[in-house]
């Protein structure tokens, strides 16, 4: 990547604007190939908890971004909560177990061509030792009263699933220990409980298939990783993968009813460092060939952060899988939807949630990220620019993932609470510099998708509108149309140099662009 300061004149479409600014060359040679496109990515997806996947909206919202994003994998909290009907004891103390609601779930899931990334949570009241719960649906978070019948349950639900969907099948799915241990919020117990929690789980997991994938500790902060690899060396219990959690606030791990306030950190390397540093510890404590899944992350822990709605969200996402590589398996971002009640029924369209979309599936700057890292093809090139991807597909055809992130929160002086919920317009970046080579000669269709401030950006639109406690049905559709993702513009130029062929294109703060070439 080089920078370049002059004075310079853009022109794009019907556009052209003049001014100083600091460029940013990209320089792509088609013939230079970094190899496959790590797509970890997109592995899995977050939601809130198992019974709102029942929801038709939730569903269909579901299926929606499967089909633009193609997630694989959907990780969720509360599958054996009261309110799926798992488990309860019958007038003997016999257990009774009953699978009806995960069923639903699961069939539907899998109907979509998505799989289950399974967390064993919460407690069954009937199994539970306490009564102390998280949220506004009442997980139970205490350990079990009889961890021989926890480990029961686990090996009858992993029995019921190998006969419904087959041995083959759930080998290929992942199964992970609770819910972020660590915090008092989730476990009422210690951390050797916990252990002791995840050693009868695993075993349950093995018994029925000693090719099925268990893992933990789904850990807060990227937290009890060594403690985690030292308990199932010395205990010789079975992990197949390392799990844990990070999000870009500088301070705490829980917000259960969205009451805190968060400052987003301005370390360049919040969220991806700790992935880095945490994949270094594994290697150094040789598990090397061990898989680590993060299987929450985003820039705020708190479902009333209005940094998820804002067009600076996109970016971020952007920012942050790109420093990340081939450090993690998966990044599981925390989540699809605002259909999201941990703090129960939100009563704003616009709430700070956490969702790509909200509850009325208009969909979040931050849903585009996702979508335009799915439009690449599946050989990625050779790339110095630290804020883009480049790639082409089986068809010859290339795009141009690239984007600006910029901190631009004031340093510790104010909230995102209420930096973010306001209007913010994106200040001038210069231009970047598309330096394409070795490109096949040939007419192509250049096809420009943008986000940003007022590009794909319904939460500014809102904010415009006056913030409506509820959304008219006109308003809905405007929004919806306003963040539909269809092109900027779409123009054919001529390639008749291979040797070099240059493009520019002007770019404000927390931009990003995908370009599409495809030959004609």
Known sequence: MRKLEFIFTIVFGCFAITFQAQNRKINIDYDKELGELNTMFKECIGAGRANEGLRADWQQQLAEIKKDCDFKYIRMHGLLTDDMGVY????????????????????????????????????PNYLASGDETIFWWKGNITPPNDYDKWKDLVENLLRHWTDRYGEEELKTWYFEVWN?????????????????????????????????????????????????????????????????HSYGVKQGYLDEFGTSGTILNEDEWSVSGDVIDVRKKMDSLSKENLELHYTEWSSSYTPADPIHDSYHQAAYILQKLKQIGDAANSMSYWVFTDIFEEAGPRFEPFHGGFGLMNTQGIKKSAYYAYEFLNKLGETELINNDQQSYVAKDENGDFQVLFWDFTYTLPKDSELNQTYYSQRLPAKEKGEIILDLKHIPKG???????????????????????????????????????LSSGEPENTQTILIDKTEAHSMKISIRENDVFLLEFKKL
């Open 88 to 123: 309860r004891l019958d007038d003997e103390g016999n257990p009774q177990y009953n699978y009806q609601y995960i069923d639903a779930l699961y069939d539907y899931i899998l109907e979509i061509g998505m799989k289950p990334f399974v967390e064993i949570s919460f407690m």
């Open 180 to 244: 972020e241990p660590n915090l008092d919020g989730f476990w009422a117990g210690t951390q050797e409980e916990y252990f002791k929690l995840y050693k009868y789980t695993a075993e349950a997991v093995k018994n029925v298939s000693k090719d099925y994938r268990i893992g933990g500790p789904a850990t807060a902060g990227n937290a009890w990783v060594d403690e985690t690899i030292e308990f199932t060396d010395k205990n010789e219990v079975p992990i197949d993968y390392i799990s844990t």
């Open 443 to 481: 007419n192509y269709e250049v096809t420009k998708y943008q986000v940003g401030f007022q590009k794909n950006d319904p939460y500014t639109r809102y904010l415009e509108m006056g913030a409506p406690k509820q959304l008219s049905k006109d308003q809905v559709k405007q929004l919806k149309s």
